[in-house]
């Protein structure tokens, strides 16, 4: 077991009037007790504590300054203050939430004053969903947190740590590519091909992709009628009980697709990689596939942080075709039914075969093929749903120094 660490950039969304105003109280009050217990050169703990105590701030932030302060006066040495230094909050601080129904899926709870929490919108960077998904799920640690403000747009980033396993295998070594296939009727199917080539042990989890379609079935219509006659805080409620229920079937279904991993030999996961799916779609696949771009990503995000604990490697490949393709002889056919793809080549020995299956082949042929990205290697934004990349400032000078020692840990 290995610790991973890194710094998680989320953006506020549009805060209002009231939500700025009250940030800004909160940072007005923090650099004053900064800059006091600063210029009362606290060394400890104790010191620090008897300058930030009179000051309207959550305990968290009190708590933050408490570490800082003797840092800056004992380790840097620091002769002055910078002016915009970011309120920093200890771990226990900040509170994450989720609505997946809401076009901003995240919400965060910033301490204000001493009982008094904001929740806010926040847009992740789409490269760390994944790292979000383990916060929520309890699978990563939060750590320290801080909230600064960039021409007028507030930012918090958030250190979160979660343990991985190393690797296995050797590099040099074939790996077994495992293709993850996320569809409609079945809600992920994998398959890998056996030592001699061939397709080999199938699984799908169709019965959660009914499951999943019916949950959201009922929550669209029973939030509409629920909204219509004017409840709804019952909407509302009934709403994430609903997204709850779908993401715990994500959650067992993703784990269940690890486990499936971990059970062959030398695994890689290979996924399809959803910034080409916009481009290389034709509109009805791709207007279908936006319709769940939700759950695609979501399944995405949570298989790749499972998978990283398990020290198996996440591929992508480009998703053109997978689903039309035959895998036998890479005709493109058609599906007669949802369920079934047809391959139209008479001298091929594929008549009809399971759709999800074929597909899921596709996408490991894909990574054999040598036709993948590796992820770390990446920079474009992950996520079929999310509009452009998110790109947040670098904190001040004073802070990357206090970084320095989480960086150097970092994966990316
Ligand atoms: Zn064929």
Redo the contacts with the bound molecule.
Sequence with gaps: MTELTKTLELKLVDPNAHKRRKLRETREAYQHALQDAFDARCTTQTEANDVVVNYDLSGYAKNGLKKYVPQLTTIYNAGELHDDHPVRFTNEGLRLNRKPENTIEWYIKIPHHEDYGLWMPAQPNPEQRDWLEALNAGDAEMGESRLFEREGTWFLHVTATREIKKRSGASGEKRTAIGVDIGEASLVTVCHRDDHGSPTAPELWADEGKTVRQLRKTYFTATKRLQTRGSERIAESFGDDLWNQIDDVFHRVTREVVEYAESVKNPVLVLEDLTYIRESMDYGEYMNRRLHGWGFAKLHAQIRYKAVEKGIPVETVNPRNTSKE??????V?YRPRQATFK???DD???GEYQADVNGGINIADRYLSGESHSREHRDGDDSAEDGGRLTAPQDTHADAETQQGTRGMNAS
């Design positions: 035959c895998h036998a002889c890479g005709e056919g391959c139209t080549n091929c020995w594929v």
